[in-house]
């Protein structure tokens, strides 16, 4: 298990608290599913707000007027709709996709679960997605980009996933949770995470990966 922070010629800060530790985990648990129904898509081409319903479809491109994306909804960022979106409130949703998104958030967003499918999404001033379940990073996300650095922040009240594919650049990671609860991580070894690893309270378990932080 390996633990690397920076480039070898970097000196570059990181705040370590709270804990990691490193030990077997059964890995026989997978995600399952998107499984809430309602999904939305993104289809903005130029900045614009979150709590419009002309920003979002049913379908991938498709005309606005859909509703605003709920507790329950499945919200999808893909290349079909690339503009800014701007949190003008503080929606909680069901789970996230990022496929291909390369626009940029602003504003806090709160989410069971989210997917990072491909591409590069990026994050303007104080920004934030507060993940309250597992985050899921495939091999395709933030791979051929360095601009990958969307705060996610795991904040659940149980034990959360990180769920690693070889050549996945995860963005910044925190990790704000009670004192008595982790993040596991899962998958291939090693995880690469771009923007930072901030652990302010809560345990990070490498479980038996190496952790690169700053490439």
Known sequence: ???????????????????????????????????????????????????????????????????????DSTVIFDDLGLGPCILDSTPQIAYMILN???????????????????????????????????????????AWTSGNNLPIEFSGSDTQRLINSAGCVFPVIDINKSTSQQVICYGDSPILINGGLLINDGTFNMNGRDIQVGI
């Open 1 to 71: 298990m390996e633990l690397i922070i920076g480039l070898k010629n970097q000196k570059v800060p990181y705040i370590l608290s709270g804990k990691i530790f490193e030990t077997a985990v059964d890995e026989r648990e997978l995600l399952t599913g998107i499984g809430p129904t309602g999904i939305e898509y993104w289809v903005a081409d130029s900045s614009a707000n979150w709590n419009d319903t002309a920003n979002w479809s049913t379908s991938s491109g498709g005309p606005g007027g859909s509703s605003v994306p709920s507790t």
């Open 100 to 142: 291909g998104y390369t626009g940029t958030f602003f504003g806090d967003c709160t989410v069971t679960n989210i997917d990072l499918l491909y591409g590069c999404t990026s994050a303007g001033t104080d920004s934030t997605v507060h993940v309250l379940g597992d985050v899921l990073g495939s091999s395709l996300y933030g």
